[in-house]
């Protein structure tokens, strides 16, 4: 279900924007910096959450001849090769049910417009789609059937325990032996061996077949509740990050620079508070209409951590506040107090 990029949470855009700024031009981005997030976003859902639970944004990678050849995962007949994605994803999780970015590629294609192709090609139309595995996703009909799919679909699991992490860490062995001791070697018994289970009881899990999509739509919270749990909780660090982040700043160090990505190429940058002097602000030219700036924190040694922030203000009228702070390597983590350095510190 493709929505307005406006609808998208302000956050939530700038953490997939600032992504892909992070890692232009490294050897994480094989389109040599020439990659751009587009206004197009797609709705993506899981079978066990009501609301919008993920958010697709279509990346432009640019055109040349320089970019790697990338494969759509349509499944053309013969394994012929596809033609070369030009427009890769960025998947950000909409709360903490699974990690901040989800999935994203620079060499394929969006998994919404592999099911779209999928689904063209046998006559049917999409009308959500599911995120129901770490790299499968399935297309809805209105009528709740499949549309298109990438990915396989997961197998329900039964017996699993309802907390997974109570069970880390308890190792269990088994042994299969001969039921008695041999003499010599002449001797090897014709006895049925024996099995002895040391430590922890195994648990027994076995995977159960399905009848269709709707049965394991329907069957999805219970059967994978433990794990969709242990998911949110190997996520919850990385939000922790992103929170602190938000309330008290993105820590610089002195004489070097940080790309900041823009939502909208039409804006006006400004810099205040106490850090502000040593912050110099220059714009950056990026492929596609899209935005962004370089903030240079002059090289000097500093007391204690000083704070400064990012005012930006986009001709649509979208405001955004992004809270800094510069340190240098010589600045003691004890001297400000309610600084996030402390917190790190405790």
Do not use: C
């Amino acid at each position: 279900m493709q929505i307005h990029i406006e609808e998208v949470p302000t956050e939530i855009r700038r953490r997939a924007a600032q992504l892909l700024e992070t890692v232009r031009g490294t050897d994480m981005d094989p389109t040599g910096g020439k990659a751009s997030l587009t206004r197009e976003v797609t709705a993506l859902f899981r079978p066990d959450i009501n609301d919008v639970a993920y958010y697709e944004f279509a990346v432009d990678l640019g055109r040349g001849d320089d970019r790697r050849t990338a494969f759509t995962g349509r499944g053309d007949e013969g394994a012929k090769r596809a033609m070369p994605a030009a427009t890769g994803f960025i998947i950000a999780a909409s709360k903490g049910h699974d990690h901040p970015i989800a999935h994203w590629s620079l060499d394929r294609e969006p998994p919404s417009r592999q099911i779209a192709a999928a689904a063209e090609a046998k006559g049917s139309k999409v009308d959500r789609i599911f995120k129901v595995d770490s790299l499968s996703y399935i297309g809805e009909t209105a009528g709740g059937e499949i549309a298109g799919q990438t990915g396989q679909l997961p197998l329900p699991i039964e017996g699993l325990p309802d907390d997974i992490e109570k069970a880390q860490g308890r190792i269990s062995s088994t042994l299969v032996r001969p039921a008695r001791k041999a003499k010599d070697d002449s001797d090897p018994g014709g006895d049925t061996p024996e099995t002895v289970t040391r430590g922890a009881r195994p648990q027994r899990v076995k995977l159960r077949a399905i009848d269709s999509w709707a049965d394991l739509r329907k069957g999805y919270a219970k059967a994978f509740g433990p794990l969709l749990k242990g998911l949110a909780r190997n996520a919850a660090p990385a939000w922790e990050i992103e929170d602190l982040v938000a309330r008290m700043g993105e820590g610089i160090m002195t004489g070097t620079t940080r790309r900041v990505a823009l939502l909208e190429a039409d804006a006006a940058v400004e810099v205040s508070g106490e850090g502000a002097r040593l912050v110099k602000v220059e714009a950056l030219e990026t492929p596609g209409g899209s935005g962004a700036v370089a903030l240079q924190v002059a090289d000097e040694k500093l007391a204690q951590e000083v704070s400064f922030e990012m005012h930006i203000a986009y001709r649509s009228g979208l405001r955004e506040t992004l809270p800094f702070f510069a340190v240098s390597s010589s600045t003691p983590s004890d001297r400000k107090p309610d600084s996030g350095m402390n917190f790190f510190e405790e």
